[in-house]
């Protein structure tokens, strides 16, 4: 089983930087696929950026590329989001989250752990 707890977000302004944590247990990050989705009242969870198992792989959604960074510690086993150059169009709950199985990649459907969610907020 595995568990993921996050930390990190809050409230900035636009331009601003963040920093989220994704702490896993239970297993190696070297086992895992990583994720981070973020969710809006109303709207569909959306895919934000994505790290591959073998930490060789990250992919990201458009609108995030060039100012967010997916990045990983295997010997404290965690997971970051870096996020730079905040926009107000960022503001969403965040979710890491993990699989273990391959394929689906950047689906939500396909992530069998996740974390607890954490809100950031960008003020114009």
């Known amino acids: 089983q595995v568990q993921l707890v996050q930390s990190g977000g809050g409230l900035v302004q636009a331009g601003d930087s963040l920093r989220l944590s994704c702490a896993a247990s239970?297993?190696?990050?070297?086992?895992?696929?990583m994720i981070w989705f973020r969710q809006v009242p109303g709207k569909e969870r959306e895919f934000v950026a994505y790290?591959?198992?073998?930490?060789?792989?990250?992919y990201y959604q458009d609108s995030v590329k060039g100012r967010f960074t997916i990045s990983r510690d295997n010997a404290k086993n965690m997971v970051y989001l870096q996020m730079n150059s905040l926009k107000p169009e960022d503001t969403a709950v965040y979710y890491c989250?993990?699989?273990?199985?391959?394929?689906?990649?950047?689906?939500?459907?396909?992530?069998?752990?996740w974390g607890q969610g954490t809100q950031v907020t960008v003020s114009s």
């Open positions: 790290l591959s198992r073998s930490g060789g792989m990250t």
């Open positions: 989250a993990a699989k273990f199985l391959f394929g689906g990649d950047y689906e939500a459907e396909s992530y069998d752990y």
């Open positions: 239970g297993r190696t990050l070297d086992s895992l696929d």
